[in-house]
């Protein structure tokens, strides 16, 4: 089955407002978080990871936050742009070896003017 | 640099087919990812290279065939698709495992 999921299928803001995209996971043992963004016809973009001994990330107008108590992670953009949309998704690994990234749903972010 | 280039960009092939999907990255990544991804889904993962070794396939159909000649270079060979298998195929690389992964833009591909 899969371990992570989205709350929201689509995120609705105005331009210049702060937009917050949300992922719940299920496996305990993740321990890297990754969140991509893709456009239309393009891959995944990596946006901003966090590893599980960190509850926060900054990095340029995204903040990613990280509970694990809840299993809970979300992603922060500040003064969204027209060029912010795209659909996120939340993807995470538990390491130990070998393994690739089993991605949330997704959550198609709209930017209205 | 964290390009991953994959060819073709687009791929129409017959049920009878035989096709090669290409990926290529110069980051100096030892582990490489074939993704596919449906419409509206988010990708799923297909196969895993570490160090040029396949280390993880996840109940792909034999009719996908993984092949890293090198550690710059990641083929997909494809043959005797079905029409379900038409997706958006990803490629991704990272220099070992538990790191970001970086994708390619992906072969859109049609199986007729």
């Known amino acids: 089955g899969e371990s992570v999921g989205l709350h929201l299928p689509t995120l609705s803001v105005q331009e210049g407002d702060n937009s917050i995209i949300n992922c719940a996971y299920s496996?305990?043992?993740?321990?890297?978080f990754i969140w991509y963004k893709q456009e239309s016809g393009k891959g995944p973009q990596f946006i901003i990871d966090?590893?599980?001994?960190?509850d926060k990330r900054q990095g340029q107008r995204v903040t990613v936050l990280l509970n694990k108590t809840v299993k809970h992670l979300s992603l922060q953009i500040a003064a969204t742009q027209p060029g912010d949309s795209a659909v996120y998704f939340c993807?995470?690994?538990?390491?130990?070896?070998?393994?690739?990234?089993?991605f949330g749903k997704g959550t198609h972010l709209i930017i209205q003017p | 640099d964290t390009e991953v280039t994959q060819t073709p960009k687009h791929l129409v092939m017959g049920m009878t087919n035989k096709k090669s999907l290409k990926c290529e990255q110069h980051m100096g990544h030892r582990a490489m990812y074939w993704y596919k991804q449906k419409a509206k889904k988010p990708p799923e993962l297909m196969f895993v290279y570490s160090y040029e070794k396949l280390s993880i396939n996840e109940s792909v159909p034999s009719r996908f065939s993984p092949e890293c000649p090198n550690s710059s270079l990641l083929n997909l060979h494809l043959h005797a698709l079905q029409p379900e298998d038409s997706a958006l195929y990803l490629c991704?690389?990272?220099?070992?495992?538990?790191?970001?992964?970086?994708f390619g833009p992906g072969t859109r591909l049609l199986v007729l």
């Open positions: 993807a995470e690994t538990t390491g130990g070896g070998a393994d690739g990234l089993t």
């Open positions: 966090i590893r599980s001994n960190m």
């Open positions: 496996n305990s043992a993740s321990d890297y």
């Open positions: 991704a690389s990272s220099q070992t495992f538990r790191e970001t992964q970086y």
